[in-house]
């Protein structure tokens, strides 16, 4: 609902090729404009199955002012910004909110050598039954596990384990949060109770503070 002649919302979506952003008219209920800023090209030496946060978010930035230039309206009328991403990669950020490294992106499968450690530890009917997922290497679980063996480094500068969706939300309001849909594709999620996952985390050696405060989907975060 419009207030004090605020009635624009945008959507960010973080797509798998483009950071997208459209402009929905609350009052009359329509879609008003849509840009899209493709992601830059890696150079050719990094890993194509990686992505650099700090370059999509550049893109995101890029797609957000081309659309209120096509609008031209003024920051009045806007009532905020909801983001979608998809889902599965995550962004380790460290204490200055900055990104310790590349993300993997969610069609990887190198951490599958993880998938038995998991197994072995807690079982993958136990996991299946807690998170709702059963054990892949496509899932944020294994890749977090990868992340930690193979980047100790990153994973020592760590502050935050963030979605890509949460990430983007921290990005725009600098405020730490993740709401359950989104959390649940980490695999690290408690699906009955809508929590993390505290017994299956410790198991593994993955500290609780890593995680963000959830919160229900909608709710306002930032000013």
Not at 31 to 48: E, G, I, L, N
Not at 169 to 193: C, F, N, R, T, W
Request: no cysteine; proline share 7%; charged share 15%.
């Amino acid at each position: 609902m419009a207030t004090d002649g605020a009635s624009i919302v945008v959507t960010l979506d973080i797509g798998g090729s483009a950071a997208k952003a459209v402009a929905y008219d609350a009052a009359s209920q329509r879609s008003v404009a849509s840009t899209a800023a493709p992601y830059p090209a890696p150079p050719s030496t990094d890993d194509p199955a990686m992505f650099r946060p700090e370059d999509w978010w550049q893109a995101a930035v890029s797609a957000l002012a081309d659309l209120r230039r096509v609008l031209g309206e003024p920051s009045g009328r806007y009532l905020g910004i909801t983001v979608s991403a998809i889902r599965i990669p995550f962004v380790l950020i460290d204490r200055a909110g900055q990104a310790v490294m590349p993300g993997l992106l969610n069609r990887d499968r190198r951490a599958a050598a993880e998938l038995a450690r998991i197994s072995a530890a807690i079982g993958a009917a136990e996991v299946y039954e807690l998170t709702g997922h059963w054990l892949a290497p496509e899932f944020g679980l294994p890749k977090l596990l990868w992340t930690r063996t193979v980047h100790p480094s990153g994973w020592q500068a760590t502050r935050f384990v963030l979605q890509l969706h949460d990430w983007f939300i921290y990005k725009l309001s600098g405020v730490v949060a993740s709401e359950p849909s989104s959390a649940a594709m980490s695999q690290m999620l408690d699906v009955s109770h809508g929590s993390w996952a505290n017994d299956l985390m410790d198991e593994l050696g993955i500290p609780l503070g890593l995680m963000p405060e959830l919160r229900p989907a909608g709710t306002l975060v930032g000013g």
